[in-house]
């Protein structure tokens, strides 16, 4: 896998007419993570929609490796190797466990590429818990074990880019702890990912880049380390300086 | 009572595959198409085309017939539904309407007003034990259950099947997931144009061909599909069988011709109660 790196240039993106994001700029260079925080109704998914092709920006490009994807629907990013988790309603319910990895699988996969049932012990090794699992219907999961699945599903075609809308949300503190080290070796294996999350401690602590993003707009954007130590964040979000 | 049953059953699975279509475009495309009824007698005057006027063998004209309908289901979602796509579904609802009218008197302009009939030979009913069963009804019997064989095996078993259960399930993931809505909604509409044009041939097997036979079957097909859960396709096949002898076993206690009552006081209490239907998945329209 060829390690590919997604731009976000003077992106304004909204509903119905009314920006939510205004003017955002972002870079997550090839094989690194970023982490966006932000409180809520910032605009991180908004920013996570327009990245992954569920929502055409008003203005501003997308781009993913060489390629402006602006102009690509989502299926069509998908099959340039971009995978993406939302934060709910991230399975489909309807089927069970290995149905979606095999949907996250059979449409974006590259027809050269390693088979189903290679790409499937490979996921299983990274998430041992949903092997037993396989058979049952998805919607009956655990909220932990859902998010494990659709973390599953979506790396199913060795995406060169992954992108995750608040992957802790509703999670253990344990579970999201463990959801982490997950984020933590996919990112060793040299996957890019931007992920948009709110638990800013554990985020940040799993990035390489931080980008803060209020009302719509880039506050910060630094190295996830100075982000963490910038003590106006550490104010707001993480409960004292 | 148990030629009652069979009775029922029979009259079911005539619902059956018009409501399995209409709650197969319900589930991915999130509209009721009211142009089902239309649909179902434009398939059955395609295939008399078939089987009368060019003298094919009827299963030749079903098969023929059920193609070519298919075509034009696609070809009606591209001039009337497809530009309305992101409208609201009242929107397609009534676009669906409009539709509905325009193609029974396009069918009344080349077929007239008159019932006609498929050219089959007549025959003497089967009889086993008590229970008589008609060669119109075995037909039906035989047609249906293979038609949804097939469907089921293709919803459960092939990569087109979890296309199109992952647009109903979930249209946003199913696009991060590589799956492109256009090709699934042409898919969608070439299968129920199959199964609304096979129960056109079965209906006017039973009954006769006639401009007004599609909106006799409305009401009771709406109801069937809401009865096994609107966007659960399967269950609307379950909706449709306990439809049929429900209004089957209502002969007993009322008048045949009273019979359509228990369609409208099955949906209304439905629609009351339990609007995701008695077999299906609650759902939220956004």
Not at chain 2, 55 to 81: K, Q, T, Y
Not at chain 2, 239 to 249: C, F, I, K, Q
């Amino acid at each position: 896998m060829r390690a590919t790196g997604l731009e976000m240039r003077n992106v304004v993106a909204g509903y119905g007419g009314q920006p939510i994001l205004h003017r955002v700029t972002l870079s997550v260079r090839a094989g690194e993570t970023l982490v966006v925080v932000g409180p809520n109704g910032s605009g991180k998914s908004t920013l996570m929609k327009t990245a992954v092709g569920l929502l055409r920006p008003f203005s501003g490009a997308v781009q993913l490796g060489d390629t402006d994807v602006t102009e690509l629907s989502a299926p069509a990013r998908a099959a340039r190797g971009l995978a993406y988790v939302p934060q709910e309603a991230n399975i489909f319910r309807n089927m069970t466990v290995l149905e979606n990895l095999q949907v996250g699988h059979e449409f974006v996969a590259p027809l050269n590429g390693p088979p189903f049932a290679e790409r499937l012990e490979s996921v299983l090794g990274l998430f041992p818990e949903i092997r037993a699992k396989l058979r049952s219907a998805a919607g009956h999961l655990s909220g932990g074990q859902r998010q494990m699945v659709a973390m599953a599903a979506a790396l199913m075609p060795e995406p060169s880019v992954l992108a995750l809308d608040e992957p802790s949300a509703g999670l253990s503190p344990r579970n999201a702890e463990l959801l982490f080290e997950v984020i933590g070796r996919v990112a060793q294996s040299g996957v890019t990912m931007l992920i948009v999350e709110q638990n800013t401690r554990l985020g940040l602590g799993a990035a390489d880049q931080g980008v803060v993003l209020v009302a719509g707009r880039i506050r910060l954007a630094a190295p996830a380390a100075e982000v963490l130590a910038d003590p106006e964040i550490r104010r707001l979000y993480l409960g004292g300086a | 009572m148990g030629q009652l049953l069979v009775n029922g059953i029979v009259a079911g699975l005539l619902l059956a595959l018009p409501a399995l279509a209409l709650s197969l475009t319900f589930s991915v495309l999130r509209f009721a198409n009211y142009a089902i009824g239309s649909y179902l007698t434009c398939g059955a005057y395609l295939v008399y085309v078939g089987n009368v006027v060019l003298g094919m063998p009827l299963w030749l004209a079903a098969g023929a017939g059920a193609i070519l309908f298919a075509g034009i289901a696609v070809a009606i979602d591209w001039l009337a539904f497809r530009p309305l796509r992101d409208r609201s579904s009242v929107t397609l609802l009534v676009a669906s309407m409009g539709v509905a009218i325009a193609l029974e008197n396009v069918i009344r302009l080349f077929a007239g007003n008159a019932p006609r009939a498929y050219d089959v030979p007549v025959a003497r009913p089967i009889r086993l034990g008590d229970i008589r069963l008609n060669h119109e009804q075995l037909t039906i019997l035989i047609t249906v259950t293979a038609a949804l064989a097939v469907v089921w095996i293709v919803f459960r078993f092939t990569r087109l099947g979890r296309m199109m259960r992952a647009v109903a399930d979930n249209p946003d993931l199913a696009a991060v997931r590589g799956i492109a809505r256009a090709r699934v909604v042409a898919s969608v509409w070439m299968i129920s144009g199959v199964l609304v044009s096979l129960s056109g041939v079965l209906i006017g097997l039973d009954a006769n061909v006639e401009p007004q036979m599609g909106w006799t079957y409305l009401l009771p097909v709406f109801t069937a599909a809401i009865l096994g859960g609107i966007a659960s396709p399967m269950a609307a096949v379950a909706g449709a069988l306990t439809l049929g002898v429900a209004e089957e076993l209502a002969t007993l206690v009322m008048p045949v011709h009273y019979r359509t009552i228990v369609s409208f006081l099955l949906m209304a209490t439905l629609l009351l109660l339990r609007p995701w239907g008695l077999f299906g998945k609650r759902w939220v329209t956004k």
